[in-house]
């Protein structure tokens, strides 16, 4: 299944229009090249390696907490790793 994840922005490369972004203990680098304005420590949702919408941190921990209550792991899914 694919999902789109909020994650945190943890560092950038505007010159390469890409982020590192944390879920948990899990990092990836992401392109923000369809955002307008991206900030270190800004959540942003993030689909097949490209981040998609910045979301507050309220609504990225309510997401997440929804999928852990549906039995989703979205630090695997952010990883790469499927349980499909």
């Known amino acids: 299944m ?5 994650a945190e922005v943890i560092s950038l490369d505007l010159a390469r229009q ?11 680098e992401i392109s923000i090249a369809l955002l307008d304005e991206v900030a270190i420590g800004d959540f942003v949702l993030v689909h097949v390696g490209y981040a998609l919408h910045r979301l507050s941190p309220e609504e990225a921990e309510r997401t997440l907490s929804m999928m852990r209550a549906a039995g989703d792991c979205p630090e695997a ?8």
């Open 18 to 28: 890409a982020a590192v972004v944390a879920l948990g203990p899990v990092r990836k």
């Open 77 to 84: 899914e952010l990883a790469g790793e499927s349980a499909a």
């Open 2 to 6: 694919c999902l789109a994840l909020p």
